[in-house]
């Protein structure tokens, strides 16, 4: 079982949806839990980060961790086409000392159509 | 914001020939910079994290001598890709980070990817 699973997609939504992203985990040293956006040929840029259980929100998205679950999910509300893009969910663990290890899902691919 | 700038966004190069990738932060010093690897929808490999002033540490698989990084400063790190051969043709991103430790001020920051094709 891969430590980060996530559903590639594609995933095609009419403008104005509210879309829902997802990953699950399985490894419990995961602290913290990162969604990253990703344009075709482009680095990923950091949307969301947490490091409790509960919601966060930020604008029209919303970050979901369930700890207990192992699942945490990603909510973009009034999607806009500007928002088609890929979206990696990351997490991240304590390497040792002041180490961090980042951890990626594949991305799910999300097109929002005019 | 913090700005991860990576350069050469693109290059392509003859088999068995060597390139070098760079990574700068431009408004903030990095202690760690990050070197990944992500294939055609594939998601992003860490490859090495490069420590100034210090040798990079490699993950499991990644051929040092093949992948040779220098973090010579706070605010540059460089990748280069040695004798290159067609499979080394892949996205390469860096990324660094703005603190020492992850907090809420010192979230990870990407460049914006090269692109190597070895012909």
């Known amino acids: 079982q891969k430590e980060v699973e996530q559903d590639p997609g594609p995933l095609s939504v009419p403008e104005g949806a509210i879309v829902s992203l997802n990953c699950t985990y399985s490894?419990?040293?995961?602290?913290?839990f990162m969604w990253y956006r990703q344009y075709s040929r482009k680095g990923p840029e950091l949307l969301m980060y947490t490091y409790s259980s509960g919601n966060k929100e930020d604008g029209r998205f919303t970050a979901q961790v369930d700890k207990s679950s192992k699942y945490i999910s990603l909510f973009i509300r009034d999607s806009q086409p500007s928002d088609s893009a890929t979206y990696l969910c990351?997490?991240?663990?304590?390497?040792?000392?002041?180490?961090?290890?980042?951890?990626f899902g594949k991305g799910t691919l999300l097109t929002v159509n005019p | 914001g913090a700005v991860v700038s990576q350069h050469p966004s693109r290059v392509i190069c003859k088999s068995g020939t060597s390139v070098k990738i760079e990574c700068r932060s431009l408004d903030f010093q990095a202690t760690t910079m990050f070197w990944y690897r992500q294939f055609p929808k594939q998601s992003l490999m860490l490859m090495a994290t490069?420590?100034?002033?210090?040798?990079?540490?490699?993950e499991q698989g990644v051929e040092k001598d093949k992948f040779l990084i220098n973090h010579a400063s706070l605010t540059l790190s460089t990748l280069t890709v040695t004798s290159a051969h067609p499979e080394d043709s892949s996205f390469y991103i860096c990324s660094a980070r703005s603190g020492l430790r992850y907090s809420y001020n010192s979230p990870l920051h990407f460049g914006n990817g090269t692109r190597l094709t070895v012909t």
């Open positions: 990351a997490m991240e663990q304590n390497s040792g000392g002041s180490n961090y290890k980042l951890t």
């Open positions: 490894n419990s040293a995961f602290q913290y």
């Open positions: 490069s420590n100034e002033g210090s040798k990079a540490t490699y």
